[in-house]
C-alpha cells in the first residue's frame, strides 16, 4: 500500500507538493476553493480585470494519480483529517499550509471564487471612478498595487502611507530608495512614519478621510487597507505543543513540525520557520519538504532528515507596473529590465497554469 499524504490547503506548497508526489505517493490535497489563487496577479487584476482570469486557476488537471478534496479541513490528528462535515481522511504524513488572510481584492473574503469575482469586478469599478487613491501599508502589496495604479491610471492622485522610516528598511538602502524615486516619478506621493488611525475597514477598500499620526489628514476616493498578512493558523490550535508567534503563525521546530505529533508538518506564510511569508520562501521550503517527504516514504525517519535552514536574506521583487520596478538578488540589487523581466511582464502567472496543467 502506497503512503497516504494529505496536503492542507491549496496554495504554493500545497499544489507543488502534491504534483511533485503524485507519483511517490496516495496524495490528498484539501482545499475549499474551486481554484488556485495566484497572489501577484491580484494585485495587477485591481487595475487590469482581463488578468483575473488567468490568475485564478482551477484545480482540476492538477493531480493524475491523487485526489483534490474540494473541502475545509475542521481539525486534525496523528491519524489524519477531519472535515467540516465529519468525514475522515486517513494518512500517514500530513502537511498544513494553509496560507495567510489579507484585505479583498487580493485574496478572497470566502471560499467562494463567484462571489471573488463580484467583489474584484466591483472595487475595479470603485478604482475607475475614483480620483484619489491612498494606500496605507507600503510592504509588497502596497508598494506592488501603487505602481500599478500608476502604470495603468496615470490621471489617479495616489498615496502611499508608510509607517516605517523608507520603503522596505530591512532590505539595502538602495534598494528602497530606488522604488520610491521611481514611485515618485510617476506620481505617487509616498508618507513614511506615520500611522493610520481611523481606518474604518481593515478587509476592504472604502471611500472615506485618513487621520495620521503625523497629524495629516487625507481625504480619498478610495481608501485601500493593506496593513499585512495574518497567518490562518486557526487549524492548529487543538494540536498539543503548539506555540505562536508575531502575525499569528505557529513556530515549528528544525524540521517543520509545529506540535508534539511527529507525522504532522506546517509550511508557507502559517508556519514561523526563520522564512518571511513570501512567495520566495515557499520556493526554499517545498524542495526540502519534498525530499523529507520522499525519506519517509522509503522508511527512513525524520530526523535522518538534514535540518531546515531558512533564507538568510532572501530574493525579494517589487515591480512596479509590468516595465519598471526592483530587486533584490542576494548578490546584488536589479533594476527595471531584470525585474521585469523576472516578474512584471508575466507576474509568474504562465509558471502557476502549468504548474496546475492550463495553458
Known sequence: MKTRIIL????????????????????????????????PAMIRSVVDPQVLDQGLIPYDDLLRNGQVLRARA???????????????????YIVVATGSDNAMPFKPASDSIQA???????????????????????????????????HFMPDKKVTLVCSEPSLFPAMPSRFGTALQGKLNDAGVTTIFGARAENLESMTEPYEGELQLSNGERIAADLIFPVIGSRAASSLFETLPGLCKSDANRVKTDAWLRPSDLPNVFAAGDVAETGDAMTIVAVSRQTPWLEKMLTLLINGKKVEDMAKYKPWGKAPFLVPLGPQKGNSYLVMFTAGNTITRLMKGKDLFVSKYRKMLNRT
Open 8 to 39: 492542507v490547503g491549496g496554495g504554493y506548497v500545497g499544489i507543488q507538493l502534491a504534483k511533485a508526489l503524485d507519483t511517490k505517493a496516495q496524495v490528498t490535497l484539501i482545499e475549499p476553493r474551486s481554484h488556485f489563487v495566484h497572489a
Open 74 to 92: 475542521k481539525s486534525i490528528s496523528a491519524a489524519g483529517v477531519t472535515l467540516e462535515d465529519g468525514t475522515e481522511v486517513l494518512g500517514d
Open 116 to 150: 471573488f469575482r463580484a467583489d474584484s469586478a466591483r472595487i475595479h469599478t470603485m478604482l475607475k471612478a475614483a480620483q484619489s487613491v491612498a494606500i496605507v501599508g507600503a510592504g509588497a502589496v502596497g508598494t506592488e498595487l501603487a505602481g500599478e495604479i500608476a
